[in-house]
């Protein structure tokens, strides 16, 4: 899972209004005018660009798949704001066939807006019905119902813990990971006046945003959590309300690093990497980049949940899980009966076992599919992180249920990040969800 904060609201192509220039050199190769095409070519828009840890294992897949088919693949990199990048080019006529990217913000639209096609029928053609796992599906399907259309091929599922990095937390006097609220306030004292800053987000983006999330559903049950999110309801419900008075009550008592309101996720991971926070919450993708940043920061962190409050909704602290990370989602484009017979080809040759076990090695993805894959889980945080159904509660993860309201949200939240009281911040999420 990888997410981006940027202007969005998609409502179908047609409103897309987008000159040749605003394309841009990076869209060039996205796809070519569907009478130039190719048929033994397709053309491919990838959040897994260079640099990210999922990119090598990709590549041997496109390069296995051209030398068993002959099938070129032309790939374009995503940028930062992947989902206009593909809009812009679909609305220029140079759609790609396929794009591999999260199911979050503007992509939870692209069925309706007739950007995408439905999965559904493609998983049981292809023999997929029985290798994804029914959860993952689930996941994918419009507005999280079980009768909705799945949007994509989900591949690149997660899990999000708190990290801690025990050697800071000893040194500050922090004998044991905190279980509870009370226990994360002291902490974060002790920490304080060992010159180490607490916990470590992006008040200013979307780490920022699931942490509140996780923290504001603390007094909640989930099916009520998926209502509030989808149809706002902040301030009129109590448990909610609760749980943003508690966010308050922690930012207050400095749990979170200092001007966290205008930090990103950029700064968290470098404030924590290099020691200068002892906490963060990250996602299973940011493993194998931990032990590549050649801090020696793996090592030295342990696993585990958010605190939780006394009378809180969960029994153990909480952490994220799921399956909307990176998928498949075919487009228009790459359905059509000429180019549809290539996708198939190539989207299950990711789904072979080897594949999926060569992005667990690499990149620390939870496989989507039945099988085990422990033997390739080489990264001793996935590992950790394989045995953390003992030790954690799973919260409701927001992505699918704020939907289009993704970046209001993220505009209050750096707010409440701030010195937004309780009250203003479930104003402002009752606004930003209504649109």
């Known amino acids: 899972m990888d997410h981006r904060t940027r202007p969005r609201a998609v409502r179908a192509v047609a409103a897309f209004v987008i000159s040749a220039v605003a394309l841009g050199p990076a869209l060039a190769a996205c796809g070519s005018d569907d009478k130039a095409a190719a048929p033994d070519s397709i053309d491919v828009v990838t959040r897994w660009s260079a640099g990210n840890s999922a990119a090598a294992a ?15 693949v032309n790939v374009t990199e995503g940028l930062e704001t992947i989902d206009d990048q593909v809009e812009n080019a679909v609305a220029a006529g140079k759609s790609p066939d396929l794009v591999i990217v999260n199911l979050f913000d503007k992509t939870l639209g692209w069925l309706d807006a007739g950007v995408t096609v439905p999965a559904d029928q493609y998983i049981k053609d ?4 029985d290798k994804i796992k029914p959860a993952a599906l689930d996941e994918w399907r419009v507005g999280g119902a079980p009768t909705g259309k799945v949007q994509g091929l989900p591949f690149s599922g997660f899990s999000w813990p708190l990290w801690y990095n025990t050697e800071l937390l000893k040194k500050a006097g922090v004998d044991k990971i905190p279980a509870t609220t009370d226990e994360l306030i002291a902490a974060a004292a002790k920490l304080r006046a060992s010159g180490v800053a607490p916990l470590a987000v992006g008040g200013n983006d979307w780490t920022g945003q699931k942490l509140f999330y996780q923290i504001a559903q603390s007094y909640t049950d989930a099916a009520t959590v998926k209502q509030v999110m989808q149809k706002g309801g902040y301030c009129s419900t109590p448990t909610v309300l609760e749980g943003i008075k508690l966010f308050t009550q922690l930012r207050d008592a400095g749990v979170f690093v200092d001007n966290a309101a205008g930090l990103t996720a950029d700064a968290m991971y470098a404030s924590y990497y290099s020691g200068k926070a002892a906490i963060m919450p990250a996602g299973s993708w940011a493993y194998t980049e931990s032990t590549a940043s050649g801090t020696g920061i793996d090592k030295k962190t342990t696993l585990g949940g958010f605190p939780v409050p006394s009378g809180a909704t969960f029994k153990k602290p909480t952490a994220y899980r799921g399956f909307t990370g990176v998928g498949f989602m075919i487009t228009k484009k790459g359905a059509e009966p000429g180019r549809i017979d290539n996708l198939r ?6 789904y072979a076992d080897t594949s999926v076990g060569d992005f667990v090695k690499d990149s620390g993805i939870l496989p989507p599919t039945t099988g085990d894959f422990g033997s390739y889980a080489t990264n001793p945080l996935l590992t950790q992180s394989l045995g953390l159904d003992a030790t954690v509660d799973y919260a409701v993860v927001p992505d699918v249920w704020i939907g289009a309201a993704s970046d209001r949200i993220i505009q209050v939240l750096t707010g409440a990040y701030g010195k937004s009281t309780p009250q203003q911040i479930c104003a402002g999420l009752d606004t930003a969800t209504k649109g």
């Open 58 to 72: 990709q590549n041997r897949v496109f390069q296995a798949f051209t030398a068993e088919t002959g099938i070129k």
């Open 126 to 129: 292809w023999g997929l019905a």
């Open 345 to 350: 080809k190539f989207i299950t040759k990711f």
